[in-house]
């Protein structure tokens, strides 16, 4: 699991859960992820993403963002449906940053007028409609590790949990119940 000096665990996940995931817990602990606007650069730039002179707004609006992303991802893998006021910003999100297809040198290349961290967040937020929206929403998951709380996508039939890590972490604590529960 690398990590960015922002310390929230990148595990390869899709795009909007890895935004998702910059609030994660250490030790039982909530943690964030993106505390500053050098977090927030540091995470972008790591993801491949335009982070061109991020403001405190911008910081704010990916906050905003990775909440709305976290809530829809609950609903769904609550078995629920998510708000609509969530589906609301993450449709307003996407709505924010036009894009458009042009050809460059024989290659297909995107385009826009936004500013270059406002078009990131547009593009993680398209990817969530995706994931959302497609197949890939029957596999989202939340972690089952003890006091983890990152989502994955369940991409291998035995996948149960984010990381090796947590893993081990529920294997070892389920151990220690059952002996404890035989000691007693």
């Given at each position: 699991?690398?990590?960015?000096?922002?310390?929230?665990?990148?595990?390869?996940?899709?795009?909007?859960?890895?935004?998702?995931?910059?609030?994660?817990?250490?030790?039982?602990?909530p943690?964030?992820?993106?505390?500053?606007?050098?977090?927030?650069?540091?995470?972008?730039?790591?993801?491949?993403?335009?982070?061109?002179?991020?403001?405190?707004?911008?910081?704010t609006?990916?906050?905003?963002?990775?909440?709305?992303?976290?809530?829809?991802?609950?609903?769904?893998?609550?078995?629920?449906?998510?708000?609509?006021?969530a589906?609301?910003?993450?449709?307003?999100?996407?709505?924010?940053?036009?894009?458009?297809?042009?050809?460059?040198?024989?290659?297909?290349?995107?385009?826009?007028?936004?500013?270059?961290?406002?078009?990131?967040?547009?593009?993680?937020?398209?990817?969530?409609?995706?994931?959302?929206?497609?197949?890939?929403?029957?596999?989202l998951?939340?972690?089952?590790?003890?006091?983890?709380?990152?989502?994955?996508?369940?991409?291998?039939?035995?996948?149960?949990?984010?990381?090796?890590?947590?893993?081990?972490?529920?294997?070892?604590?389920?151990?220690?119940?059952?002996?404890?529960?035989?000691?007693?």
């Amino acid at each position: 699991m690398a990590e960015y000096l922002g310390g929230a665990p990148l595990l390869g996940e899709p795009l909007p859960i890895e935004l998702a995931n910059t609030t994660y817990a250490v030790r039982g602990r909530p943690q964030d992820g993106l505390e500053t606007c050098e977090h927030l650069e540091t995470w972008l730039l790591e993801k491949h993403l335009d982070a061109d002179g991020i403001t405190t707004g911008d910081l704010t609006a990916a906050r905003e963002l990775r909440t709305t992303i976290r809530a829809i991802s609950t609903a769904i893998v609550n078995g629920g449906k998510p708000s609509s006021d969530a589906v609301g910003a993450l449709n307003g999100f996407v709505a924010a940053t036009p894009r458009w297809r042009e050809l460059h040198e024989l290659r297909a290349v995107s385009r826009t007028n936004a500013r270059p961290t406002v078009a990131s967040l547009a593009e993680i937020a398209a990817a969530a409609v995706e994931l959302f929206g497609g197949p890939m929403r029957d596999q989202l998951r939340a972690c089952g590790g003890p006091g983890c709380v990152l989502f994955f996508v369940k991409d291998r039939p035995r996948r149960e949990w984010c990381s090796d890590g947590c893993g081990n972490r529920a294997r070892a604590a389920r151990h220690y119940a059952k002996i404890r529960d035989v000691t007693d």
